[in-house]
């Protein structure tokens, strides 16, 4: 059962809305989709990680903080308009970057579910295009962003935004507490 969970989550989070309308489709995963994706992909490790999961889930919650954090950052000197002409924070992609970190970290511990994870980024990524709030380039950078700062939180021993204070026990970390530190 612990190893279908993820798959069953998957099939609920990327069955098509009830309509075969392809912009109800990226509606729904660049809205409720995407909430759902990073919520289900953070917490998830809690329920299938065992004594790991704390860990797993602090760390795919610090990559995500911290990509967003960047791709904001970035959103503010760029001012790239929108294909739908609706502002000019179009660069890079918010939705992609936070999908891509967390697929990234959930690959890593989870690497036969890694076509699943980036698959499910993909998605999003995809349907910010089709809903004209992103360019392709966006989405691209938006995707790199995401992987190459989970990439690099997964590299440091406690963290860049949050940092669990470990208590080594032999081989065994465990989750004590948590602190916030600033990214800037």
Known sequence: MKKLLPFAVAAALFSAPSHADTNSAS??????GTVLYLGIGTLLPLATDGKAGK????????????????SEA????VHEERPDKSDDQSFPSTHATAAFALATVQSHYHPKQALLWYGGATLIGASRVD????????????????YFTAKFELKQS??????????????????QGLQVTHLF
């Open 27 to 32: 509606k729904f995963a660049s809205g409720a």
């Open 55 to 70: 860990e797993h889930s602090i760390r795919a919650a610090d990559s995500i903080l911290t990509s967003v954090a960047i």
């Open 74 to 77: 970035l959103k503010r000197v």
């Open 131 to 146: 809903l004209d709030k992103h360019h392709w380039h966006d989405v691209a950078a938006g995707a790199a962003l995401g």
């Open 158 to 175: 406690r963290g860049l935004i949050l940092r669990p204070f470990l208590k080594r026990e032999g081989a065994t970390r465990t989750v």
